[in-house]
């Protein structure tokens, strides 16, 4: 099995009221000129939106009008080829090339995947004239064409005036589909003529089960990965990649120095990981893990009693409970432009303290 055919096959992996929706539009030939997919991320809204595509450029549909997967038109569509299949996304700004060639290339291979930048993307007004100029035109093979627009939430005002003057006067033959994890931020007046279909968080038990399944992570990392994803299924797998493993594995380490009567070792590593003013997401992940840890080891003390097993000190439930209340208020401080070591540092200090470690 190759990574694709692990990810792809799935276009609606545990959406069924979003296939429904689309299958019973296609069932009577009636597909909405335009569509708003929303939900979180990594649940599948690309995913599906190609699909719809290919459905809209298959040249032998199934029964229902349902793409094939095997004609050119599918083929095409699926690697992001066809002529009359346009895609619009925001990438960081500078390197724009760089990141659009690298976005697709993710996306092909994956279209469940979760792409993250460290700077804030954005989608470049010329980009979208040249698909507005595109759509203006007949379908390079005469049938339908196809304009997916993700994360359509991260468009500046003035890139919004013209998506909707698309859709307010569509081409003829044309199709949207837009996608966001963040409704609230596309104007309403887009929002009114898009029919929405809406993608829902996955149960990260079945997040985990499927990562197991599927041979891509060991039972703890799958569960630590699934209830990190937010019931993303993009999330999840990106969470099970190299670099974000090892990163977990150093924040379960410091956990456990954190505990320990000398605090030399605990200073050492935390310096090391959280070096420089960077890494903030990573951090916010990191506190995440911990609120984690803390329950997980909270639960075990209170099965056994036995306090010496747990990383813990002390297990009775207010001290788990003001210590998870420490460790949100040190995630919240993230957003205010404390340094991620500064956060990490001073939320440690005030979980020992409450420990009674000093
Ligand atoms: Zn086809």
Redesign the pocket.
């Known amino acids: 099995m190759t990574a694709s055919d692990i990810h792809t096959p799935q276009y609606f992996w545990q959406q069924d009221a979003a296939r429904h929706a689309l299958r019973a539009a296609l069932d009577a030939d009636r597909l909405a000129t335009a569509y708003l997919f929303v939900g979180p991320e990594g649940v599948g809204k690309w995913a599906a939106a190609q699909w719809t595509a290919?459905a809209l450029?298959?040249?032998?549909?199934?029964r229902g009008n349902r793409?094939?997967?095997?004609?050119?038109?599918?083929?095409r569509a699926a690697k992001f080829t066809h002529p009359d299949l346009h895609l619009l996304y925001p990438v960081p700004k500078k390197d724009d090339e760089e990141h659009i060639a690298a976005f697709l290339e993710t996306k092909r291979d994956n279209p469940f995947a979760v792409i993250e930048y460290n700077r804030k993307p954005n989608l470049a007004i010329e980009r979208v004239r040249d698909v507005q100029t595109e759509l203006s035109k007949t379908a390079a093979e005469g049938g339908k064409k196809v304009a997916v627009i993700g994360e359509a939430d991260q468009m500046a005002p003035n890139v919004h005036g013209i998506l909707l003057k698309s859709i307010e006067e569509p081409p003829p033959n044309t199709h949207f589909v837009l996608t966001t994890a963040d409704p609230g931020r596309i104007p309403q007046t887009i929002h009114s003529r898009c029919q929405t279909i809406r993608f829902t968080a996955v149960d990260p038990e079945l997040i985990a089960q499927r990562l197991v399944d599927e041979g891509i992570a060991a039972p703890d990392q799958a569960h630590m990965a699934a209830h990190l994803s937010d019931g993303g299924w993009g999330h999840a797998l990106r969470l099970c990649d190299e670099e974000s493993v090892a990163w977990r594995s150093d924040v379960e380490t410091l956990w456990q120095k954190a505990f320990q009567p000398q605090l030399s070792d605990f200073i050492d590593q935390m310096e090391t990981m959280f070096r420089g003013g960077q890494k903030f997401n990573e951090t916010v992940q990191a506190f995440d893990i911990w609120s984690l840890l803390l329950w997980r080891d909270a639960r075990a003390a209170f099965a056994s009693s036995d306090t010496a097993s747990a990383s813990m000190a002390t297990p009775s439930l207010d001290v788990a409970w003001s210590c998870w209340k420490i460790l949100q208020q040190g995630r919240a401080t993230l957003w205010v432009n404390v340094l991620p070591r500064s956060a990490v540092r001073g939320t440690f200090l005030a979980l020992r303290k409450r420990m009674g470690l000093g």
């Open positions: 290919k450029l298959c040249e032998a549909p199934e793409p094939c997967h095997e004609c050119g038109g599918c083929k």
